[in-house]
């Protein structure tokens, strides 16, 4: 059974750093395309970046630049390094897995987790 | 500001159909396979329609999409109140490099 579990999250200032991490059970990370997606409390999903194969990574304009995808292989995990993070980037992080390149098609999610960035 | 159109809210009565809309435009909806995801509370989202009028295997054939031009629809029949969720739709902008969301839309059964 393909599952994915966030972890990570927590409260964090203004400016600070924060590494999401999402362990992968049922499939190899490394061969699926997989992407981050958030949602502001009580917001609409706003997606974040995707990973296909090797390195080819995309990322919505609002998080370019701060945030890096990246998948740690040897532990079946995909990760979500976040930098210079500002109080709009609060919100629940979910990990899923893709269906296709350039595709919104979002198979498997994980609960979530929540990053809450504040003073 | 949500790059996709969707109404805030919907409602209906139980055995009643509801559609909910999705507006785009010619660098998503109208290049691009949709798809719509439904959200319970507290829960995380669940793929309902992918490749604008299909279903995963699971989803009752009570929920169908469609897709004409740069919008797109869900319909649902035969309304439950189990159905009672947050409704996002979902494509691929290929000026944006990136996939853009509605700004979702609450379905209350009355």
């Known amino acids: 059974e393909v599952q994915v579990v966030e972890s990570g999250g927590g409260l964090v200032q203004p400016g600070g750093s924060l590494r999401l991490s999402c362990a992968a059970s049922g499939f190899t990370v490394s061969k699926t395309y997989m992407s981050w997606v958030r949602q502001a409390p009580e917001k609409g999903l706003e997606w974040v970046s995707v990973?296909?194969?090797?390195?080819?990574?995309y990322y919505a304009d609002s998080v370019k630049g701060r945030f890096t995808i990246s998948r740690d292989n040897s532990k079946n995990t995909l990760d979500l390094q976040m930098n210079s993070l500002r109080v709009e980037d609060t919100a629940v992080y979910y990990c899923?897995?893709?269906?296709?390149?350039?595709?919104?098609?979002?198979?498997?999610w994980g609960q979530g987790t929540l990053v809450t960035v504040s003073s | 500001q949500s790059v996709l159109t969707q109404p805030p809210s919907a409602s209906a009565t139980p055995g009643q159909r509801v559609t909910i809309s999705c507006s785009g435009s010619?660098?998503?909806?109208?290049?691009?396979?949709v798809c719509w995801y439904q959200q319970l509370p507290g829960t995380a989202p669940k793929l309902l329609i992918y490749r604008d009028d299909q279903r995963p295997s699971g989803v009752p054939d009570r929920f169908s999409g469609s897709k004409s031009g740069t919008s797109a629809s869900l319909t649902i029949s035969g309304l439950r109140s189990g159905d009672e969720a947050n409704y996002h739709c979902?494509?691929?902008?290929?000026?944006?490099?990136?996939?853009?969301f509605g700004g979702g839309t609450k379905l209350t059964v009355l």
């Open positions: 010619s660098s998503n909806i109208g290049v691009n396979n």
């Open positions: 990973i296909y194969s090797g390195y080819n990574t």
């Open positions: 899923a897995t893709v269906y296709g390149y350039t595709s919104s098609q979002f198979d498997s």
């Open positions: 979902a494509a691929w902008d290929d000026s944006l490099s990136g996939v853009v």
